[in-house]
Each structure stands twice: as C-alpha cells, then as structure tokens.
C-alpha cells in the first residue's frame, strides 16, 4: 500500500512539475506528412482540416537511393502520411519513399503511423491467375506492416479482398458518392443506363444501379495479353440511351475506348465514362483524343495532367481529410460509404 502512494505522489510531482494534468498529457494530435507523389492532394486535405503540412525532405541522391528528413518533431503523435502509387517511372520510387517515410516515423515515436493511399500501388496483382505469377498486393502488404505502418486508408480498391492481406486495420473508402452528386448535377439520369466495362465490375455498378434507380448493361471482354482488349460482348439494351460507363481506374483507356465503340455500334446514343483512378499512362492521351467518349470522369486521387476538353475531375479530398479527422477522434468511417460531405 505505501508503494501506490509513493508511486502517486511521484506521479502528481511530475504533473505539477510540468503545468499539465492526465488528460493534456495524454491527448494527441494530427501531423500531416506528405510524399512527392501528390502535393495538390495533400495541400487540398491540410486545408480542408486546418492543419499545416509538416516540413519533411525528401531527396534522391546521385545514385538514386531516396532519404528522408522531417523537420519537426512528432514524438507521440497521431501521424498521417498521403502518398498515391502513381508515375510511370516513379511509381517504385514513390512506394520506397513512404515506407522509407513511415520507418521514419516509427523511430522517431510516432503513436500511431496512417498511411493514406488514395490509390494502393499493385492493386491489380492480387491474385495467383497464372503459373508462377507473384501476389504483389499482399507483398505490398507487407513492407508497410513491416515499416510500421498501424492503419491504411485508401479509396476504391481494385478487389475488396485486398484489405484481408493486412493484420491491420484498413479503411478503403469509396468515390461513388461523390461521383453520384456529379451525376445529379451534370448527367440527363432520365434517359441514362449503366455500363460495367468488364464482369469484375458487375457487383459495383449493380449496387450503384440500386441506389440510382436504374438498369445497368454489362460488356464481356476478352484479352489475348494485359492492356489488349481483343474482343468485346454487350449484354443488354442501350438504344437510344445515355450510357454512363463505370470503372475503377482507366491506365492506358483501350478498355473505356472499346466499351464506347461497342456500345454506340449497339445504338446508344452518347457515351460517359466514370473511373475513380484516372491513371491515363503510356498513350493514353492519344486514345481519348481520337475517341467518341463525351466526358470522361475521374477523381483527384492521382494527379491528372492531361488538358482535354473530354477529362473531368471530381475533388475527393474532402472524403479523405473527414476520414483523416474522424480516424483521430475515434469516431465511425461508415458514414462516408455512402455520403461525401460538402465541398
């Protein structure tokens, strides 16, 4: 019994010696660190919460090796780092740089690490479909767990099963109502359809169809080789009708531009496509400009630096940032599945 009041009173010594009380000495709060992968995005989230930006360095020596320095300390606090996989050259280099990021954090006694990825890097190798071919979602997985990473948020994941690859908490959030206030706003819903470019997106756009009150049709594509469409099948009717095609990501758009050639052949009368991953790599560009596409619609998850007068951009960052904020006063996520708040 003396040994509890000992250690009590050296317990109110230590309070008084440093002005707080319990309470103060345990709260927390947010440090927004931010990779060279997305500084629009990450500027956009520290506005939206009224939270500067961290200073943080990160350089590439001569011989490529990446190092990091963050310019303040974050002993003990709710740390979040927003780093996309994006960059057709880059894009390994911005995956070293924010586990590089996040064991940097670690170190340095950060209470709890989040990495934010609006869009998770090797998404689309998340299975085994062939012999011999590696799982690069689950390795990917992996290093972030073993760079100290305690949670995940991300958006539109290409298959939901990829959060059963971690043994931490993983919050993947969705455009889609986002993109619904656009549509309300921008799109003739009366006369419009549906469309899942291939059959990995039928459950997405049945559930958006439900919620919408609309019919959906669906394409069958087949592929001699990845990022080659050879042939496409439609199952359903679109004449005469606004068909709004919806996809998670569109790379290199041969997909979204045979979809559209597909169903105009079928009698529809005009095409737009909806992705929240507007990745457009390789000749991309070129695709869209010579295409029969009337908008194309993506989210600012990655940035987009094509000037075309057929690309649209729908702001995600007041999603993440409410994710961001209701993560740290340990407050429920579900709302933002199916509602965005206000821009």
Do not use: W
């Not at 500027?43 to 009224?50: F, N, P, Q």
């Not at 085994?128 to 690069?136: F, G, L, Q």
Request: aromatic share 4%.
């Amino acid at each position: 019994m003396p040994e509890n009041l000992g250690l009590t009173k050296v317990t109110k010594q230590t309070e008084l010696m440093s002005g707080k009380d319990s309470s103060e000495m345990t709260s927390n709060s947010i440090k927004l660190l931010a990779g060279n992968s997305h500084p629009e995005l990450a500027e956009l989230i520290s506005k939206r919460l009224g939270i500067p930006l961290c200073k943080v360095g990160v350089y590439q020596y001569s011989n490529k090796e990446t190092s990091v320095t963050i310019g303040e300390s974050i002993r003990d606090e709710d740390v979040y780092i927003i780093q996309t996989g994006i960059g057709q050259e880059e894009i390994n280099d911005f995956l070293m740089e924010l586990l590089i990021l996040i064991h940097a954090c670690k170190t340095a006694s950060a209470r709890r690490i989040t990495a934010v990825i609006p869009n998770f890097p090797y998404a689309r190798q998340d299975r085994k479909d062939k012999s011999r071919a590696p799982i690069t979602a689950k390795l990917v997985a992996n290093l972030l767990e073993t760079a100290g990473c305690d949670n995940v948020i991300t958006m539109d994941l290409h298959a939901s099963q990829i959060q059963g690859f971690f043994h931490i908490p993983v919050d993947n959030l969705y455009a889609e109502p986002s993109f619904l206030n656009y549509m309300k706003l921008k799109v003739d819903l009366d006369n419009a359809i549906l469309v899942s470019p291939d059959a990995g997106g039928a459950k997405r756009v049945a559930s958006l169809a439900d919620k919408m009150d609309l019919n959906f049709a669906l394409i069958h594509k087949e592929r001699q080789k990845a990022n080659e469409v050879s042939r496409m099948v439609l199952v359903g009717d679109v004449t005469g009708k606004t068909c709004l095609l919806i996809d998670d990501m569109a790379d290199t758009c041969g997909t979204l531009v045979k979809a559209c050639d597909t169903l105009l052949e079928h009698g529809a009368k005009e095409v737009l496509a909806i992705v929240t991953h507007g990745i457009f790599s390789g000749d991309a560009r070129e695709k869209l400009s010579n295409s029969r596409l009337t908008k194309i619609v993506c989210s600012n998850t990655v940035p987009v630096e094509l000037d075309l007068p057929v690309v649209d951009q729908v702001d995600i960052s007041p999603t993440l940032a409410e994710a961001i904020r209701r993560l740290h006063n340990g407050e429920s996520v579900s709302y933002l599945f199916n509602y965005a708040p206000p821009v």
